[in-house]
Structures are given as C-alpha cells and as structure tokens.
C-alpha cells in the first residue's frame, strides 16, 4: 500500500502533491479552529498511535495474519479532517524515518490513504451506523465496513497510479520506466489481496476497537473528538455542514481538468470500435493487455451498442470549440454542472417528502 | 521542539538484534516494535557520527537530496541511474556509514520487495526475447529493461532518502522543514509526534508483553483477535488520556495555540557550496538522462 519512490515518475508524484495539498490546508485550518489549543497534542499522539497500530500482526481466519492502516479508526474517533492529518503525519514519519513508502511518493501515500481512505471511512460509517443507539452492534458493523471500504478505496487508487505508468513513461524501446504493469494487471493484483486479507483485517480491527469503545469510552466514539467537550454525537459533525474548501477543490480540479490531455491514447477497456479495427491502436491496446492478442474482427456486440448512444461532447471535445484544453474545461464545467444541478433537484425532492423533519444533507443524530 | 524520546523498552536497548522465539501474531507483533524502536536508535546514532554529510546543515542536505532523488526519478538512461547510485554508496563512505549495515537494513529489503513485486514482469511483458539469456527462461529484452529501471531507480532513490535521515538528527531535520516554509504547526506536530511514538510503542510493547507472560501455548486465532482488538482500544484511550495531560501540562507553560521555534540552523559557506554544487549535479543528471 505504501508506494516506495521509484515506482511513480516524478510529475505524477507532483500532480498527487498538487492534489493533496488543499485538503491539507483545510483540515488543518477546520481542526485548528475547532480544537484550539488541544489540536496539536491530539493530533500528534494519535498520529503516534496509528504507526503503532501498523506494527501489530492480527491474526486473521485461515492462520495467517495481516497489517491493519487504522484509517477508519482515526475517521471515527477524529472526523475526516481531523484524521487526514494524523494519518498524512504518521505516514511523513514513516517515510522519513524508516523509508516505509517514499519521500517523492509521500503525496501519493497521504491522497490514497489519508484523504480518500479517511472520507471513504467517514462517509461509510455515517452511513451504516445511521442514528442507530451508541451501543447498537450496527455500529460495530459500520466500524469493520468503514475499514473494509477505507482501505480498499486506497488501494484501488494506488494501483490505478501505478497502472497508467507504463502507459505515459516508457522509453523508445517500450520499456516502461516506473512501475511495469499496466491497469489490467496492476487492478487485480493489487485488489485481490486488499479485497481479502488486508481488507479482512482492516475490518475486524476496527469492528473491535469499536465494540471496545462501545464498552469503554464511549464519548470517542462518531467524531467525539472534534469538539470542545467530549462528545458531541448530537449534532452532526461540522466537516460534513460546511463545504466551501471541497468548492475551492473542485474549482481546482476543474482548471487542472485538462492534464487529461498528457494521456496518450484511450484509456484500458475504454476503446472505441475504431480504434479496434485500427493496427496501430490495437498493437497499443495489445502491449497495455500483457500481451494478450485481441480478437481479429470487431466483437458485433460492442459495434451494435457502441452506435446506440452518441455522446453530445464526445471525447470531452465539443465540435464548436477549437481549442482541446478549452474542450476539456468546457466538459468539465458541464459534468459538474448537471451533477450539482442533480444534486440540487434530489435534495429538493427529498426535502419535500420529510417536511418538518431534519435537513437533507446529512442524517442527524 | 523535539526532546529525548522516552525510555525504551530495555530489551530493545540492550539487545538491538532481540528476537522472540516463534512466530505467533503477539511476538511477531513485539518483535516489530521493538525493530522499529531499534531503527530509530540507530539514526540517532549515525547522525552523530563525525563524517562528510553530516556536517552540512540541514538545508542544504534537504535542498540536494530532494535534488539527486529528483534527477534519479527523471532518468531514463541505466549510465546516469548507475552514476547516481554510485555517487550515494560514495557519500554513504565518506559520512562513515557501513556498507553492509545500509545493505541490510535498506538495500536487500528494497530489492527483495521490488524484486517480489517487479520480478513478474520480466516473463509477463511482451516482446523480443533479452539477449545472452536462454529463450526459454521467457524473458523478453522489453521487460528486463522493465525490471531493471524500476530496480535502479529505487535503490537510487531510496540510499539518497537513507543518506539524509541518517546523516540528520530529526531535530534538525524538522528544523530545516520550518526554515523551508513548512507551517510550524506541521513541524510542531511532527517533532511530537516522534517524542510520542516511543511513548506508545513502550505501552504497547508493554501491554502484549503482559498478555504474553500470562499465557501458555499460542491463544486460539478467535481470541487473538480479541486480544488485539481490546489492546488497540486500550491504546486508544491511553493516546487519548495522555494528549489530555499533555495538553494541560502545555497549558500550565503558556501554550496559547501558536507554535514557534527556535531555529538553531545556520548556513555557512560550506553549505552553499554543497546547495550549489548538488544542484549542478542534479541538473547535469537531469540533463545527461534525458
């Protein structure tokens, strides 16, 4: 999970960099604010405890055992913001200190683990627990969910970075320059173990260490710590009401939107008929397979259906626009904008059918 | 800033090579705290040796290692890899690093797990079979290129990360993070969180060993799974309960919320010259590998 420098070429780890960055900068502006003085010994013991937790060997059903990241755990007890920061401290002293995952790579480590696992963590658990009772064992199944899911977003995205390495780095000979395998074997290779043993014990840890709290120090538990005294499981979490920093990132992502263009070629799986029928494209497509030879005719199947639905900005370039950067912006700026709108009208929607009950955005408790 | 750390488990003091017997879960599990306890001893220690590296200042390292780890992930040429890993096992002699220690502790795990996760790629990748080697191995001239830039590259990379940390107290390692524009919340939270880490680990360490003392035989896979459950969630409320104290102990000296250092990095005309000259070097590699 801990990607070593070497395995990323330099601008990837820069673009990962750029990436984390403001959700950086944000969880350290909203937990400062929200903790004041208790931030920066809180945060610092619990990044301490989760590079402890990452020393423990759990042992797993059929004997063997497994490394737990602790994320969810950090999450629950933290909040999001709170615990993309200890996670991104713990992870900055392992690289530092004991060269686990690289100093180059740190950015890539943190966005996987610290930023996407944390909110997946989050988001899953808040979801599951619900406004369940605090000693409901629907909780302890949220907690084993919310690592299970926390650890797999992480590796999904980390394979996902090393797989389009030997897409875009590779030299006149073809031989890749970082990490060697290209989406279709890194995914499963990556997936397979995290999906079973590594996300096995991501799960029983933190379903434990929920119950545990459940017994024990039950003020810790959803986000009690991101508060002035003790816990505040009445009302929802602050990170989740407010969301100007997640606007300002995606305002962000959207100016970054076309970096799309340094990919060459189509993305794996995503071909068009064309480009199957094209023998350029498809001795391209071959070498991204691992070698495996495609079909010699078009599959009917996907010819059939590929006519059925023609996109109105195929290929993010509308046809009015000259400009492939200005296309992908405009692209951008629409997939948003019919989300948002989406979004809007949903809440609308919901909004209505629960008259006089809560809020929409997000279940209170 | 950063302090000594807290006492370590005396085991891990008096015998750096300490290993438990067997291979159940909880003296795997004591086993690695104790090495990551021993590792951080031996940083401490290597930084304090009177070699090359290790009288520069701080920046000047950060700003030519980040530069040498910069000019290894950009080449694309074995010579200037090689050059580069060479230029580190140089400065690794002149900072009277051992060779075999740095080989076991960094080189043979890094090339073990690259080697683990890169080595498949010599007989997956398509193409031409690698010339001087048998046909029938399978391996293609494409993928033992592959294999060997990821190889290189890491090993290069990692020995400049190596050369750094060990060359560098921490202290000074945080300080030079202020001075190159780090918030000092960030480098404030670092340098606590490393004082702590020995702190948890020595209560960890403590807790399986106390569990361990009072069994006999392996615990069945179920209950293990509870022992550690409960000590991590014992770990949790003492991480909790300690940055409680710490807190009012920070409070009880002044600590009103805002971090400040003191900055006792001083850059000297030696300094500039390494600045400049690993920056030189940086971006001839840079260039040469293209």
């Given at each position: 999970m801990?990607?070593?420098?070497?395995?990323?070429?330099p601008?990837?780890?820069a673009?990962?960099?750029?990436a984390?960055?403001?959700f950086?900068?944000?969880?350290?502006r909203?937990?400062?604010?929200?903790?004041v003085?208790r931030?920066?010994?809180?945060i610092?013991?619990?990044?301490?405890?989760s590079?402890?937790?990452m020393?423990?060997?759990?042992?797993?059903?059929?004997?063997?055992?497994?490394?737990a990241?602790?994320?969810a755990m950090?999450?629950?007890v933290?909040?999001?913001?709170g615990?993309?920061?200890?996670?991104?401290?713990?992870?900055?002293?392992?690289?530092?200190l004991f060269?686990?995952?690289?100093?180059?790579?740190?950015?890539?480590?943190?966005?996987?683990?610290?930023?996407?696992?944390?909110?997946?963590a989050?988001?899953?658990y808040?979801?599951?627990?619900?406004?369940?009772?605090?000693?409901a064992?629907?909780?302890?199944?949220?907690g084993?969910?919310?690592?299970?899911?926390a650890?797999?977003?992480?590796a999904?995205?980390?394979?996902?970075?090393?797989?389009?390495?030997?897409?875009?780095f590779?030299?006149?000979?073809?031989?890749?320059?970082?990490?060697?395998?290209?989406?279709?074997?890194?995914?499963?290779?990556?997936?397979?173990?995290?999906?079973?043993?590594?996300?096995?014990?991501?799960?029983?840890?933190?379903?434990?260490?929920?119950?545990?709290?459940q017994?024990?120090?039950?003020?810790l538990?959803d986000?009690?710590?991101?508060?002035?005294?003790?816990?505040?499981?009445s009302?929802?979490?602050?990170?989740?009401?407010?969301?100007?920093g997640l606007?300002a990132l995606?305002?962000?992502?959207?100016?970054?939107?076309?970096?799309?263009?340094?990919?060459?070629?189509?993305?794996?799986?995503?071909w068009?008929?064309?480009?199957?029928?094209?023998?350029?494209?498809?001795?391209?497509i071959?070498?991204?397979?691992?070698?495996?030879?495609?079909p010699?005719?078009?599959?009917?199947?996907l010819?059939?259906?590929?006519?059925?639905?023609?996109?109105?900005?195929?290929?993010?370039?509308?046809?009015?626009?000259?400009?492939?950067?200005?296309?992908?912006?405009?692209?951008a700026l629409?997939?948003?904008?019919i989300?948002?709108?989406?979004?809007?009208?949903?809440?609308?929607?919901?909004?209505r059918?629960?008259r006089?009950?809560?809020?929409?955005?997000?279940?209170?408790? | 800033?950063?302090?000594?750390p807290?006492?370590?488990?005396?085991a891990?003091?008096?015998?750096p090579?300490f290993?438990?017997?067997?291979?159940a879960p909880?003296?795997?599990?004591?086993?690695?705290?104790?090495?990551?306890?021993e590792?951080?001893?031996?940083?401490?220690?290597?930084?304090?040796?009177?070699?090359?590296?290790?009288v520069?200042?701080?920046r000047?390292?950060?700003?030519?290692?980040?530069?040498?780890?910069?000019?290894?992930?950009?080449?694309?040429?074995?010579?200037?890899?090689?050059a580069?890993?060479?230029?580190?096992?140089?400065?690794?002699?002149?900072?009277r690093?051992?060779?075999?220690?740095?080989?076991?502790?960094?080189?043979?795990?890094?090339?073990l797990?690259?080697?683990?996760?890169?080595?498949?790629?010599?007989?997956?990748?398509?193409g031409?079979?690698?010339?001087?080697?048998?046909?029938?191995?399978?391996?293609?001239?494409?993928?033992?290129?592959?294999v060997?830039?990821?190889?290189?590259?890491?090993?290069t990379?990692?020995?400049?990360?190596?050369?750094?940390?060990?060359?560098t107290?921490?202290?000074?390692?945080?300080?030079?993070?202020r001075?190159?524009?780090?918030?000092?919340?960030?480098?404030?939270?670092?340098?606590?969180?490393?004082r702590?880490?020995?702190?948890?680990?020595?209560?960890?360490?403590?807790l399986?060993?106390a569990r361990?003392?009072?069994?006999?035989?392996?615990l069945?896979?179920?209950?293990?799974?509870q022992l550690?459950?409960?000590?991590?969630g014992?770990?949790?409320?003492?991480?909790?309960?300690?940055?409680?104290?710490?807190?009012?102990a920070?409070?009880?000296?002044?600590?009103?919320?805002?971090?400040?250092?003191?900055?006792p990095?001083?850059?000297?005309?030696?300094?500039?010259?390494?600045v400049?000259?690993?920056?030189a070097?940086?971006?001839?590699?840079?260039?040469?590998?293209?």
């Open positions: 801990h990607i070593p420098d070497g395995y990323l070429s601008s990837t780890c673009a990962l960099y750029a984390v960055m403001p950086w900068a944000v969880a350290l909203r937990v400062k604010a929200l903790l003085t931030f920066v010994p809180l610092s013991l619990f990044a301490a405890f590079f402890v937790i020393m423990f060997n759990l042992p797993l059903p059929g004997g063997t055992t497994g490394h990241v602790g994320i950090a999450a629950i933290l909040g999001p913001w615990a993309t920061i200890a996670i991104s401290v713990a992870l900055a002293i392992q690289a530092l060269g686990d995952g690289g100093i180059l790579a740190l950015g890539a480590n943190c966005f996987n683990m610290a930023v996407a696992g944390s909110w997946t989050a988001a899953v808040r979801l599951v627990a619900g406004r369940s009772p605090i000693d064992r629907r909780r302890v199944v949220a084993g969910l919310a690592g299970y899911a650890i797999n977003v992480a999904l995205l980390t394979a996902c970075e090393l797989g389009i390495q030997p897409m875009l590779h030299d006149a000979s073809g031989a890749a320059l970082y990490a060697p395998y290209p989406l279709g074997v890194a995914l499963p290779a990556m997936m397979l173990g995290h999906l079973t043993f590594a996300g096995l014990a991501e799960a029983l840890l933190t379903a434990g260490v929920v119950r545990y709290l017994q024990s120090e039950r003020g538990l986000f009690g710590m991101l508060g002035d005294s003790g816990n505040h499981a009302r929802p979490s602050p990170a989740f009401v407010s969301s100007r606007w995606l305002g962000l992502l959207l100016v970054l939107s076309p970096l799309g263009l340094l990919a060459a070629g189509s993305a794996w799986a995503e068009s008929p064309a480009e199957l029928a094209d023998p350029a494209a498809r001795g391209a071959a070498a991204a397979s691992g070698g495996v030879a495609l010699v005719a078009t599959p009917s199947g010819v059939r259906l590929a006519a059925v639905w023609t996109a109105p900005l195929p290929d993010y370039a509308p046809a009015f626009l000259r400009s492939a950067a200005m296309g992908y912006l405009v692209s629409v997939g948003v904008g989300i948002v709108l989406s979004g809007v009208g949903l809440q609308v929607v919901l909004g059918t629960r006089g009950g809560p809020p929409a955005v997000l279940p209170q408790r | 800033m950063t302090g000594e807290a006492k370590l488990p005396a891990a003091v008096a015998s090579g290993r438990l017997a067997g291979r909880i003296e795997r599990t004591l086993e690695e705290l104790l090495r990551v306890a590792r951080s001893l031996y940083a401490e220690e290597t930084s304090r040796r009177g070699g090359l590296l290790q520069f200042d701080a000047a390292k950060w700003i030519g290692f980040v530069g040498f780890a910069v000019a290894a992930g950009l080449a694309r040429t074995f010579a200037v890899l090689g580069l890993f060479a230029g580190a096992l140089v400065l690794a002699l002149l900072s690093l051992r060779l075999r220690e740095l080989a076991l502790r960094a080189w043979l795990p890094a090339l797990f690259t080697a683990l996760v890169g080595g498949p790629a010599l007989f997956l990748t398509p031409p079979p690698a010339p001087g080697l048998p046909v029938a191995l399978g391996i293609s001239a494409i993928g033992a290129r592959s060997g830039f990821l190889l290189l590259r890491v090993e990379i990692t020995s400049f990360t190596l050369l750094l940390v060990l060359t107290p921490w202290a000074r390692l945080l300080a030079a993070l001075s190159l524009r780090v918030p000092a919340t960030v480098v404030v939270i670092l340098g606590m969180t490393y702590f880490l020995f702190l948890l680990l020595k209560s960890a360490h403590d399986f060993l361990r003392s009072r069994a006999v035989g392996t069945p896979p179920r209950q293990a799974r550690f459950s409960r000590t991590t014992v770990l949790l409320s003492k991480t909790v309960n300690t940055s409680q104290q710490v807190y009012l920070m409070v009880a000296r002044g600590f009103t919320g805002d971090a400040r250092l003191l900055d990095l001083a850059m000297h005309g030696r300094d500039w010259f390494a400049a000259a690993s920056l070097v940086s971006g001839v590699a840079i260039w040469a590998g293209r």
